[in-house]
């Protein structure tokens, strides 16, 4: 599978660069092995850089993850919705068999735009609606299960009983990892304080450093965060050697000594039925979630911070919530 990224959208001016965070998978040609080449295009527009470690990194991940794709293109750091909606159109109008709006931002232009190509398919997130149009399916993430996984842990190991959260904007997988969060902490261990900081801001890296030193100078020994701004707390935690938990992707390589665990986004786990479904004529329509149950969400720990007990109590949350057996509240 080709990969190509469009750094800057401007009349469809494509780059051509192959993708770093897939250069492992690549040979010089950018060429990836995917199990089939049928000449099935799909074309990404995501908000952010497609190596955030965070949130546009796990949808670039996730459709490089899938088979009987023959190329992939992606139009990245659309954090101005009417670039990302001009990317989208275009991208229809090209005839791409499916088109990937990465951003909750993004719903109004696609509600707009799919209907003007009722013989594309397209899929936004993380969000349920598909506007009830046949055309558009939706997918999003149960990241509270994750958020509770990795709330439990970090309350096992805080030693001064005080945790921090940056959060960007309240609403959809990031609102749900942070009351998750919230929840497995405060239910894990009783006392513990989880102090959180919205910052109004996916982006803002240097407020997100000021709230992570907010947290650090409150006592926080342990700070999580997420969307892409996180690379700014990530920092601070660094500095002050607070431990760190991430979300959306693995976030070892932003601090090798305080990373714990990450809670990863698989979304190829529901994209690959999509692409099957398109292929089959079924253009989509529908929702989907991922779970840690059905493999969406996978807890993936740094094997280089010590997680002692903690880990332990993650493995069996990751089961018990999988089984059922713990509700996160979310």
Request: with cysteine.
């Amino acid at each position: 599978m080709q990969v190509r990224k469009n750094r800057k959208f401007l009349g469809l001016v494509v780059l051509s660069a192959v993708l770093g965070l897939l250069a492992g998978a690549c040979g010089s040609d950018g060429e990836v092995a995917t199990g089939g080449d049928d000449g099935f295009r799909i074309a990404i527009v995501a908000p952010s850089a497609s190596n955030d470690l965070a949130f546009s990194q796990s949808i670039v991940d996730g459709v490089g993850a899938l088979t009987g794709v023959s190329a992939v293109d992606v139009t990245d750091g659309t954090f101005i919705v009417d670039d990302a909606a001009a990317a989208i159109r275009a991208y229809a109008g090209e005839g791409y068999d499916l088109v990937i709006a990465h951003g909750s931002q993004y719903g109004g232009s696609l509600q707009e735009i799919a209907p003007d190509f009722p013989d594309v398919a397209f899929a936004w997130g993380t969000s349920a609606d598909t506007f009830g149009l046949p055309n558009v399916s939706a997918y999003t993430a149960a990241s509270d299960q994750g958020g509770y996984v990795m709330g439990a842990m970090a309350a096992s190991m805080t030693s001064t009983g005080i945790i921090g959260v940056i959060g960007p904007i309240a609403v959809g997988d990031a609102k749900l990892y942070v009351d998750g969060f919230v929840n497995g902490a405060t239910e894990s261990v009783t006392g513990i304080t989880v102090n959180v900081n919205y910052i109004e801001s996916f982006s803002d890296v240097a407020l997100a450093a000021e709230a992570a030193q907010g947290h650090v100078a409150n006592g926080a020994d342990i700070l999580t965060g997420t969307a892409q701004m996180v690379v700014g707390a990530t920092g601070v935690a660094a500095e002050h050697g607070a431990k760190w938990f991430g979300t959306q992707s693995n976030q070892t390589a932003l601090g090798p000594d305080i990373v714990v665990a990450s809670q990863v986004y698989k979304w190829e786990v529901v994209l690959q039925g999509l692409v099957n479904g398109i292929k089959q004529g079924d253009l989509g329509g529908e929702s989907h979630t991922i779970t840690l149950e059905n493999g969406g969400l996978a807890i993936e720990f740094n094997e280089g911070v010590d997680a002692g007990h903690a880990r332990k109590i993650g493995e069996k949350a990751v089961k018990d919530i999988s089984a059922g057996f713990t509700e996160t509240g979310a």
